[in-house]
């Protein structure tokens, strides 16, 4: 299962509903992963002064498995975000791109982000 950056943010905070997901899936033995793109935008909202939480995030997202985009990621990313587009549905770059991981790895999805369930084909799980 991928971890999308909104569960990663939810955990990290202490959200209620997110901390149960996370024991609920150490129960199950559930393989995590998170993606490259969701290290990007979990840095691209952190504070670069504050070194505390940037080590408290770094070694919080080092116990999961890190899926990369590749090139096929990419392409599915790119023709996932093209469709949304095409039928009206706007989507960030991003999530396309974490989306296509998921997709290329057949993977997954935990996210609270409701957008995606809008992907054909793509599973998600919410919490």
Known sequence: MILDTTFVIDVFRGRKNAVE?????????????TTAVTIFELWQGL???HKEKQEKLAHF??????MALDTESAKRGGEIHSDLLARGMRIDPEDSMIAGIAMKNMQTLLSRDEHFSRIRGMRTESY
Do not use: I, P, S, Y
Not at 21 to 33: D, M, N, S, T, Y
């Open 21 to 33: 997901k996370a024991v609920e899936l150490e129960q199950r033995g559930e393989a995590l992963f």
């Open 47 to 49: 504070d670069v002064k």
């Open 61 to 66: 997202v080092e116990t999961f498995g890190l």
